[in-house]
């Protein structure tokens, strides 16, 4: 199964998995890791949200023939994190807003487009606390939490491994 994980905001975080067949959104177990088959960030200057992933993912798809080439039947489940927390001092409040309605243009041209069967929302706590244990896991716990999850992670900045986690709670987190 073929999941594309982002991690919105002004730089996007993406993550393209390969889950074993035996993860199903819901079950109360999992059993293998999944594959990282492609890790990046992006940062959509002069280009909309959508347009900037869906350039990634046609970069990343060229690097793996394996996959096919036709977006429409490559990908099983996109995963998009729903922002959230709090807007401790106003510095965070637009940075918020934006990655929310970042998230909102991703789903709307992901459902649009037919990316994938599923196109999910999952909020940031939510995936924190399957992969980690923890919903307000810091960015070190997450990068040390998903050794346990994936083969094949390599370096990749906090963006990239927030996409992982996505793509993991997209996986495996109920409908």
Same mark, same amino acid.
């Given at each position: 199964?073929?999941?594309?994980?982002?991690?919105?905001?002004?730089?996007?975080?993406?993550?393209?998995?390969?889950?074993?067949?035996?993860?199903?959104?819901? /079950?109360?177990?999992?059993?293998?890791?999944?594959?990282?088959?492609?890790?990046?960030?992006v940062? $959509?200057?002069?280009?909309?949200?959508p347009?900037?992933?869906? /350039?990634?993912?046609?970069?990343?798809?060229?690097?793996? $023939?394996?996959?096919?080439?036709?977006?429409?039947?490559?990908?099983?489940?996109?995963?998009?994190?729903?922002?959230?927390?709090?807007?401790?001092?106003?510095?965070?409040?637009?940075?918020?807003?934006?990655?929310?309605?970042?998230?909102?243009?991703?789903?709307?041209? /992901?459902?649009?487009?037919?990316?994938? $069967?599923?196109?999910a929302?999952?909020?940031?706590?939510?995936?924190?606390?399957?992969?980690?244990?923890? $919903?307000?896991?810091?960015?070190a716990?997450? /990068?040390?939490?998903?050794?346990?999850?994936?083969?094949?992670?390599?370096?990749?900045?906090?963006?990239?491994?927030?996409?992982?986690?996505?793509?993991?709670?997209?996986?495996?987190?109920?409908?």
């Amino acid at each position: 199964m073929i999941v594309l994980g982002v991690d919105p905001g002004a730089t996007i975080g993406l993550a393209l998995l390969d889950v074993p067949a035996a993860w199903v959104r819901g /079950a109360a177990s999992r059993h293998g890791k999944a594959r990282v088959v492609a890790v990046g960030s992006v940062r $959509p200057e002069g280009a909309s949200a959508p347009m900037a992933v869906r /350039a990634w993912l046609a970069s990343a798809l060229e690097k793996h $023939p394996e996959l096919g080439a036709e977006l429409s039947t490559v990908l099983d489940v996109v995963g998009i994190e729903r922002p959230s927390g709090y807007a401790y001092s106003a510095a965070r409040v637009g940075p918020l807003l934006d990655a929310a309605w970042q998230g909102g243009e991703i789903v709307g041209w /992901a459902a649009t487009a037919k990316l994938a $069967p599923t196109v999910a929302t999952v909020p940031a706590g939510d995936w924190r606390r399957l992969v980690v244990g923890t $919903p307000s896991a810091r960015d070190a716990q997450v /990068a040390v939490a998903l050794e346990s999850w994936v083969v094949g992670l390599g370096r990749t900045n906090a963006h990239g491994r927030d996409a992982i986690g996505v793509a993991i709670g997209a996986s495996l987190l109920p409908a």
